[in-house]
């Protein structure tokens, strides 16, 4: 979709990403063929929204990758390392960098926001008693103490602690975007105060992409993981 801005062809998936699609997809498949062996209303009414629930995931996914895509591509023509040095178009170019980046890390932690909610529905969590609003990770905890779906619980718990690292990091960005100030000024603020008429350097850029990679994997591996689960369990049926 967004590759045009480039001038480049619409994206053919593959790696993780491919897999989080097959994943979903199959998911998707298996509801369609339960459907079919039960007629009644409730089960078919159930499955339906399921099925519409699982093609929001394949939808973000998408504007995730694109979104990650275009903030690469963009970090690609950033060299200097202060606005201040930046000609017009690098200035530019930054901006567009950060547009996008603060999109992706938003859907990132949209889409495992979305996935706790869909488990918490799928498995009877009950989330909400303890929490109105929560997040993946809530519904992630309460599964692991009422002992919910263990061997899936227990995969996405290491994926969980596997990319703790970049997850936090991006996590706190996003929290500054959507509750405190731009996360492009985060890093302002734990600068020393400059002195008058001294430049602010700019984030750290490759650090933010490596980051936001990672992110990315990681939501694809808990997808696999997830729906490949409940698949198998959708078979069963």
């Given at each position: 979709?967004?590759?045009?801005?480039?001038?480049?062809?619409?994206?053919?998936?593959?790696?993780l990403?491919?897999?989080?699609?097959?994943a979903?997809?199959?998911?998707?498949?298996?509801?369609?063929?339960?459907?079919?062996?039960?007629?009644?209303?409730?089960?078919?009414?159930?499955?339906?929204?399921?099925?519409?629930?699982?093609?929001?995931?394949?939808?973000?996914?998408?504007?995730?990758?694109?979104?990650?895509?275009?903030?690469?591509?963009f970090?690609?023509?950033?060299?200097?390392?202060?606005?201040?040095?930046?000609?017009?178009?690098?200035?530019?170019?930054?901006?567009?960098?950060?547009?996008?980046?603060?999109?992706?890390?938003?859907?990132?932690?949209?889409?495992?926001?979305?996935?706790?909610?869909?488990?918490?529905?799928?498995?009877?969590?009950?989330?909400?008693?303890?929490?109105?609003?929560?997040?993946?990770?809530?519904?992630?905890?309460?599964?692991?103490?009422?002992?919910?779906?263990?061997?899936?619980?227990?995969?996405?718990?290491?994926?969980?602690?596997?990319?703790?690292?970049?997850?936090?990091?991006?996590?706190?960005?996003?929290?500054?975007?959507?509750?405190?100030?731009?996360?492009?000024?985060?890093?302002?603020?734990?600068?020393?105060?400059?002195?008058?008429?001294?430049?602010l350097?700019?984030?750290?850029?490759?650090?933010?992409?490596?980051?936001?990679?990672?992110?990315?994997?990681?939501?694809?591996?808990?997808?696999?993981?997830?729906?490949?689960?409940?698949?198998?369990?959708?078979a069963?049926?």
């Amino acid at each position: 979709m967004l590759r045009i801005l480039f001038n480049e062809p619409k994206r053919i998936d593959s790696g993780l990403l491919l897999e989080a699609g097959q994943a979903v997809r199959g998911y998707m498949q298996a509801l369609q063929q339960s459907s079919q062996k039960h007629s009644a209303a409730e089960p078919h009414k159930r499955h339906h929204r399921y099925k519409v629930w699982s093609q929001g995931f394949i939808d973000a996914l998408d504007e995730l990758e694109e979104s990650k895509y275009c903030c690469e591509r963009f970090a690609q023509r950033i060299s200097k390392l202060t606005v201040e040095a930046m000609n017009p178009a690098e200035q530019d170019d930054y901006h567009r960098f950060v547009y996008f980046y603060k999109n992706a890390f938003i859907r990132l932690f949209s889409i495992l926001d979305k996935l706790g909610t869909f488990l918490n529905d799928l498995f009877e969590v009950k989330t909400e008693k303890a929490k109105t609003r929560f997040s993946y990770f809530t519904v992630l905890r309460r599964m692991h103490e009422h002992h919910i779906h263990g061997p899936l619980e227990n995969q996405l718990y290491n994926l969980k602690i596997d990319y703790k690292s970049a997850l936090d990091r991006l996590r706190n960005q996003r929290n500054m975007e959507m509750h405190y100030i731009n996360a492009d000024m985060f890093d302002d603020l734990t600068q020393q105060e400059p002195k008058p008429a001294e430049p602010l350097h700019v984030e750290n850029v490759k650090a933010n992409i490596a980051d936001l990679q990672q992110g990315f994997d990681m939501v694809c591996r808990t997808l696999i993981v997830a729906f490949s689960y409940i698949t198998s369990l959708q078979a069963k049926e």
